[in-house]
């Protein structure tokens, strides 16, 4: 028989700069991709009938079971063919050309040269992974100069290695909501990265995003809001990669849960797919796509795919999400990498757009030769992954001669360790300082000043005595953590492949001993029981350190624990002022004692990294002011959440071989979901105390001119009254700050290509907003983080149009500003650039993000439910 005439290549449309896909041009891609799939099913009839052994159905099938091909046994399995179709196909995967930048030109125009002088085997090569000094190492092109690239754990920091640091995780640096301190963490770690001679660092994370509330991996990723989650992976991957290492934005997508995340993980009998997240439009780019644009716009080179299914596609199979949303809106042209072990298929996986497998490989290796040879995935498409993979190494000016040597190993074994320390300690005390929330502060309890006599209890206030049980992971991995609620020792990381490995940890209790005695005072402690025999009376305060735990491969079982809350009872029986320490990989419920009159301060300490105890002392004593503020909301009892509360076990009466979650929600996550469903949180998103006051005025909206808008001046607020004086430290929720009617497009610029990030006018600043905030106190200097939120107006309802009102928020955050340090009476301005996508929705009809017609809500204020200013916005 006539080899098939590649597929690919036939429907491959002309590469040429477009806008924003349109009706049109998805009707023509449609119509191909329904030529593509009844070509793909008679290409797979004639290879079976010729039984041709150069054809492999394997390689052609988009849902190919692990389990069934091992085992033979895919008879027993239910069909998965009903399933076809609900996550709509998208082909071909669009060839990447480096038009966003000159840089990125440059670097494609590099790696095309040396592609085009590749065999397949060494297209091949680039693909797939090989054992190696690193979890993820490719092969190498020796001819050619190409190494072997280096990937390497995790968000945090080098996991399991010697002499490395071991940095605040991700939701710890977001409680800080300081872009800045985002930027310099970025920075730090992949300086560290740069050092040890790693190409890739995996991370940073927004997926999960933070739907469940019990997600086992929340707390890797920069909280359950969009915008804030957005501003965190940018500012990371601008960091990392500025030190020449590449980030990789992951999980995409839609991974929100641990409960069978991946093929036969918590199934009957081992046996089962992962969860299908089930999305809609809105939701998916609104929410969910919404912080890897802005990984993408910082120009991150890599994508990792994750092990869920989404409409019942695998996550590194699933064209929709890869081939349409990732490469062809976003125009991303780094590569997609797969989870560990986490591709599911052959041809359809390279036809659905992964461009790298790892850490082997998986359905490739060979058998992607054979299938450019049969025609099932077109050497193009193999030059494009390559061409991929070798340009964001060349971006990243890896090849400059002067890149380190891999120093990385598992277990962290390596015969002579580089230290890649430098000072970072001094910036990770300063970010567990600010990522820690105050959630409590009555009876002048905190700052301390030099108390003579201080008791301590409870088993964070120590470091666990036996924490290495796992060389890679502090504390314990998978094999010793599952259903773990607490962490016996301080809690300074979560577990799994985000977790960090800790060159040494400060814990509370040493930090204390330090200061307490340079004071000249005195310290008794209990650690280990529930309810302490000895009652110190003249100590003044009592501290107690209780924790909450979560890991990778498994969800949360519960958002509090009793024995931890009956310690904190017992402490406030009897000692008056009770300050109680919470370090905590997520949302930890407090209403069991939140109310007691002797808890007089209550802090949110999250997961600081090594210098813990050093960051909380700093708080505890006023040397550092706090400023945290909750990148989630903590409710009064764990029902509040709703649905939302606890993974995913599948719809009722359906099919447990494939499990499904609907997103029913919509963008109702979190805070949205509790003002939607009026709901009072005991802590709302945003929350967070300081041990002085602030005030808010002089709100002024401008508007920005641009090319694309029309040619009104902006204008700048007046001077604000500085010092600030009684009058304007009240609470102003009456000045209003309205723009005349503008005219503005409703959809980005179709003349305008793509480029990585989305198109570029969704990035256009349109207006400007400002206020005046001042320290309205008397004693402490401290930072304020005054916060955005906007009221997108609701869907004029017309003829045919199946826009779902209520799936538009009541306010949604759409900037942030940490203003600061203030002196008492001091103020200064904070100002939130509102681009054109913070104030357009995702048209479900027209395909497109979308400038609705109407009034917009401006608030701004000191967290999602305390607004000082409110004005509107026409357009």
Known sequence: MKRLTSLYEQLRPPITTTGLPGPGYIAKTQARQVIFYILGAVSLLLCTAALLQSCNPSLLSPAHDIASQTQGQQHEHPSELPYYGLSPPFYPTPIANGSSSVGRSRAYQHALALTSKMTLLELQNLTRGYPGPCVG?????????????????????????????????????????????????????????????????????????GRVAKGGRNWEGLGSDPYLAGVGMGKIVKGVQGWGVTATAKHFLLNEQEYRRR??????????????????????????????????????????????RANHSYACQNSMLLNRVLKTELGFEGFVVSDWDGQMSGAASANAGLDVVMPGAGYWGEKLIEAVNNGSVAEERLKDMATRVLAAYLYAGQDNGQFPPVNVAPGGQVPDPVDVQENHADLIRNIGAAGTVLVKNVKGTLPLTKPKFLAMYGYDAIVKSVPWENPDRYGGGYDVNRGWTTFNGTLITGGGSGSSTPPYVVSPFEALSTRVRAD??????????????????NADPCLVFINAYASEMSDRSALSDSFSDSLVQNIASWCSRTIVVIHSAGIRLVDAWIDHPNVTAVLMAGLPGQESGNS?????????????????????????????????????????????????????????????????????????????????SHLDISFVPSSSSSSRPATRPTRPPWPATAANA???????????????AEFPNPNKPIVQ???????????????????????????????????????????????????????????????????????????????????????????????????????????????????????
């Open 263 to 308: 093929w036969g993980q918590d199934a009957p009998d081992g046996k089962g797919h992962a969860i299908s997240a089930n999305v809609g439009d809105r939701a998916l780019r609104e929410a969910y796509v919404w912080p890897f644009m802005d990984a993408l716009k910082a120009g991150a080179g890599a994508v990792m795919c994750g092990y869920n």
């Open 520 to 537: 000249g005072g005195m310290l008794r402690w209990d650690f280990h029981s529930v309810n302490p025999s000895q009652k110190y009376l």
């Open 137 to 209: 190492n490719t092969g190498a092109v020796p001819r050619l100069h190409i190494p072997s690239l280096c990937f390497y754990d995790g968000p945090s920091g080098l996991r399991g290695q010697e002499l490395a640091s071991a940095f605040p995780a991700g939701i710890h640096l977001a409680a800080t909501w300081d872009p800045i301190l985002m930027w310099r963490y970025g920075m730090a770690v992949g300086q560290e990265y740069l050092g040890k001679g790693v190409h890739i660092a995996l991370g940073p994370l927004a997926g999960p995003l």
């Open 757 to 875: 990030g989305g198109h570029p006018d969704l990035w256009e600043t349109l207006f400007v907003v400002r206020c005046s905030v001042a320290n309205s106190g008397e004693t402490y200097e401290g930072w304020e983080v005054a916060q955005l939120y906007l009221g997108i107006p609701p869907e004029a309802k017309e003829e045919g149009n199946d826009d779902d009102d209520d799936e538009t928020p009541i306010r949604q955050l759409r900037g942030f500003n940490r203003v600061g340090p203030l002196r008492p009476r001091e103020g200064a301005w904070a100002e939130f650039k509102l681009t054109r996508r913070d104030l357009s929705v995702w048209d479900v009809r027209a395909q497109q993000w979308r400038l609705r017609r109407g009034e917009y809500k401006v608030w701004v204020g000191a967290s999602s439910r305390d607004l000082r200013l409110s004005g509107t916005i026409v357009i």
């Open 616 to 696: 909380l002392v700093d708080i505890l004593y006023g040397d550092v002011n706090p400023s945290g503020r909750l990148p989630y909301t903590i409710a009064k009892q764990e029902s509040d959440y709703g649905h939302l509360l606890n993974p995913s076990t599948g719809q009722p009466n359906g099919d447990p071989f494939f499990p499904e979650d609907n997103f029913t929600e919509g963008l109702h996550i979190d805070y949205r979901y509790f003002d939607k469903n009026s709901i009072t949180p005991r802590f709302e998103f945003g929350y967070g105390l300081s041990y002085t006051t602030f005030s808010y």
């Open 730 to 744: 009240t609470i102003d929720t009456t000045t209003m700050a309205n723009t005349d009617r503008l005219k503005l």
